[in-house]
């Protein structure tokens, strides 16, 4: 069973950058498929970004493309999110997820795909 870490969340002027990790233990990371998900207070939550275990391939959400690049470290069992020329809207709790023996069938950005799941980390984009 993969366990999930994330860190690097914090408080950002708007414009500003940061970067998430999600590290995982025990496991051959591109064995799964992890995804970047957000919850604001008060909304469900969303699918940001993922990079599917098969071949690496890359998947964003609308609102984050061109701003936001999910990348992947095997040796070093991490995920990274670097998340540029945020917005207020941005802030949220970031979760990674993960899950193994991807199928191209599934929504590669919906949260009922994915079984693994951190516990989160706060970035709030506010100046």
């Known amino acids: 069973q993969v366990q999930l870490v994330e860190s690097g969340g914090g408080l950002v002027q708007p414009g500003g950058s940061l970067r998430l990790s999600c590290a995982a233990s025990?496991?051959?990371?591109?064995?799964?498929?992890i995804g970047w998900f957000r919850q604001a207070p008060g909304k469900e939550r969303e699918g940001v970004s993922c990079i599917i275990s098969s071949d690496g391939s890359t998947a964003y959400a609308d609102s984050v493309k061109g701003r936001f690049t999910i990348s992947r470290d095997n040796a070093k069992k991490t995920v990274y999110l670097q998340m540029n020329s945020l917005k207020p809207e941005d802030t949220a709790v970031y979760y990674c997820?993960?899950?193994?023996?991807?199928?191209?069938?599934?929504?590669?950005?919906?949260?009922?795909?994915?079984?693994?799941w951190g516990q989160g980390t706060q970035v709030t984009v506010s100046s």
């Open positions: 997820a993960a899950r193994k023996r991807w199928l191209s069938r599934l929504l590669p950005l919906a949260p009922k795909n994915y079984n693994y």
């Open positions: 025990e496991v051959t990371l591109d064995d799964y498929t």
